[in-house]
């Protein structure tokens, strides 16, 4: 979208003034939320149009309203003297005319900042009113988002069981179990190996958790010299399938408590698990 063809358009100005039709309200509103450019354009027009309201707003003198009370009847009906009577009825409404011309400039200003006064007062209402409902818009566009990111989540953890699915159901599979060696009785561990495709997994969250310094390292033996099948990362979700190196005939599968990142040969004095195969 092009956002400076789209401010040129008046739009933002229209919508201001609440000049808009509702399918143009909602127009806006959506690109409002959507492009934090035309937010701030928007709010650029409601400061310009609040300064015009105020610099257009006079206030009438206050002795004016004293003014316009002195020239009006006294309330209630009022007594005439009859020698006085003829002469103050026909020379009265002349004085009066006279002095209401006089304050007319003065009530013509006192409208105008009536109207002003009304159309600022419902300029600000709408004003209020849209940043509701735009306040309502950004608080649906977040939870739409939280939505969205908890439904990826769902599919890669839907996409990632489907794949052990499919591990643990390879007719050629072998389970192995590592007990803990001597010193170790709390530490265990799961192997799946498949012989024909000579691919090695692991059952991840059995072993308990290592220092930061420290990494869990996964080896193999095969004609009695280990062959790395790599570390085992930290943060694992508990019960996943994690694939390790591929290696053909091993004898045995141990696992070795390592300096962080591993080692390019094992500390045997620092193996936790190990198991021969067959």
Not at 71 to 78: A, E, H, I, R, V
Request: glycine share 6%; net charge negative.
């Amino acid at each position: 979208m092009d956002i400076q063809k789209y401010i040129a358009s008046g739009i933002l100005e229209e919508y201001a003034l609440g000049l808009t039709s509702e399918e143009q309200n909602l127009e806006v509103e959506r690109l409002l939320v959507q492009y934090p450019a035309l937010r701030q354009e928007l709010n650029s027009i409601e400061e310009g149009l609040e300064l015009l309201a105020a610099a257009e707003s006079t206030s009438p003198p206050p002795e004016l309203k004293e003014r316009i009370l002195s020239q009006l009847p006294p309330k209630g009906p009022q007594k005439l003297n009859p020698q006085t009577a003829p002469t103050s009825l026909t020379s009265q409404p002349a004085q009066s005319s006279f002095h209401w011309m006089a304050q007319l400039p003065w009530l013509l200003s006192l409208g105008l900042s009536m109207g002003l006064g009304l159309a600022s007062c419902m300029y600000f209402t709408q004003k209020a009113e849209k940043e509701k409902l735009l306040s309502s818009l950004e608080k649906e566009s977040a939870k739409q988002k939280s939505l969205e990111q908890d439904l990826a989540q769902l599919n890669a953890q839907l996409l990632a069981c489907e794949e052990e699915r499919n591990i643990l159901t390879q007719p050629a599979l072998e389970r192995l179990e590592l007990p803990g060696t001597e010193g170790h009785p709390d530490k265990r561990a799961t192997i799946f190996w498949n012989p024909q495709a000579q691919q090695t997994y692991l059952l991840a969250g059995q072993l308990p958790q290592l220092p930061n310094n420290q990494s869990y390292q996964l080896w193999a033996i095969v004609k009695g010299q280990p062959i790395d099948l790599g570390v085992l990362p930290d943060q694992a979700q508990k019960g996943s399938i994690l694939p390790m190196k591929s290696v053909a005939q091993p004898q045995a599968f141990a696992i070795t408590i390592e300096p962080k990142g591993g080692s390019a040969a094992p500390t045997l004095e620092a193996m936790v698990t190990m198991a021969p195969v067959g």
